[in-house]
C-alpha cells in the first residue's frame, strides 16, 4: 500500500514472505529491509491483521517524491541543456539525494575541467506533501576563471621550449591571447606534441601534464613532462 510510481510487482519481487506459508517475523524483517534496499522509498513498515483464518500481511511504503521541475540559476559557462545532461537527474525520477550529489558533483567536475575550479553547485529541494513531488533548484556560484600564467616543459632535448609550446593550442595569458585553461584542450595538445615528435623520429615519446594554481592564487602553471625516448 501506498505506492504510486513504483509497480507493485516490483516491490513483491523482493518479499520472501508468500501466501500460505507460515508467519516469520524475522522473514518479515528482512522482506522490509530488501524493499526499502530498492532505493524508492523513505519508510517501509509491515501492517499485521489477525484473522480466524490467519494473518493478512501488508507492506505501507511511501515513496520518495518525484521530480516535478528542475531550476538552474547562476550559470553563465555553461548552458542549461548541458548542466541537465552533466547532472543526469530528470523531470519524472524519484528524488534520491545520493544521485543528486553525484550529479552536482560532475558539473563541479566540468567546471574545473573549463578552468573555473573555485565553482560550488548547491541543491535546494522543496517538497509538496499533498501531491509528493518535488522542485529541485541547482545554485551555481561559478566563480573566477583560472588564466594560464606560465607553460613549463621539462624533458625535451631535441626541441626548446619555445619550439615545443608553438605546438600547442593552449596558451598562457598574454596581451591579446586569454589563456584559459581547458583540460580537453590540454589532452589534445598531449597528443600534437607527441605527433610532432613522432614526425620527427622519436616513436617512443611519453608525454603528461599537470596543471597547479601558481603562488598567487590567481593563474594556473601548465607543467609539461616529456620523455623523448
Known amino acids: 500500500?501506498?505506492?504510486q510510481t513504483v509497480a507493485t510487482e516490483t516491490i513483491l519481487a523482493k518479499v520472501q514472505t508468500k501466501p500460505s506459508s507460515p508467519y516469520q517475523e524475522a522473514v518479515v524483517s528482512?522482506?522490509?529491509?530488501?524493499?526499502?534496499?530498492?532505493?524508492?522509498?523513505?519508510?517501509?513498515?509491515?501492517?499485521?491483521d489477525e484473522?480466524?483464518?490467519g494473518v493478512r500481511l501488508v507492506f505501507v511504503v511511501k515513496e520518495k517524491p518525484t521530480i516535478a521541475a528542475i531550476d538552474v540559476e547562476g550559470h553563465r559557462a555553461l548552458g542549461k541543456p548541458r548542466l541537465l545532461e552533466l547532472f543526469a537527474v530528470g523531470k519524472g525520477e524519484l528524488y534520491d539525494p545520493r544521485k543528486v550529489k553525484e550529479g552536482t558533483g560532475l558539473i563541479k567536475a566540468e567546471y574545473a575541467r573549463k578552468g573555473f575550479s573555485d565553482c560550488e553547485v548547491v541543491s535546494r529541494v522543496e517538497v509538496d506533501e499533498a501531491t509528493n513531488t518535488a522542485r529541485l533548484s541547482l545554485l551555481i556560484d561559478e566563480g573566477a576563471r583560472m588564466r594560464i600564467s606560465q607553460i613549463l616543459v621539462e624533458g625535451n632535448q631535441a626541441f626548446?621550449?619555445?619550439?615545443?609550446?608553438?605546438v600547442l593550442?593552449?596558451?598562457?595569458?598574454k596581451w591579446f591571447l586569454p589563456g584559459v585553461y581547458d583540460a580537453k584542450v590540454l589532452e589534445e595538445d598531449l597528443e600534437r606534441v607527441r605527433a610532432f615528435?613522432?614526425?620527427h623520429g622519436y616513436q617512443d615519446i611519453q608525454a603528461s601534464q599537470e596543471a597547479h594554481r601558481d603562488p598567487?592564487?590567481?593563474?594556473?602553471?601548465?607543467?609539461l613532462t616529456l620523455d623523448e625516448g
Open 1 to 3: 500500500r501506498g505506492a
Open 197 to 199: 615528435y613522432r614526425k
Open 160 to 166: 626548446s621550449d619555445r619550439r615545443i609550446r608553438k
Open 216 to 223: 598567487s592564487g590567481r593563474g594556473l602553471y601548465v607543467h
Open 30 to 48: 528482512e522482506d522490509i529491509r530488501r524493499i526499502f534496499g530498492l532505493g524508492y522509498f523513505t519508510d517501509v513498515k509491515a501492517d499485521l
Open 51 to 53: 484473522r480466524p483464518d
Open 169 to 173: 593550442k593552449t596558451k598562457r595569458k
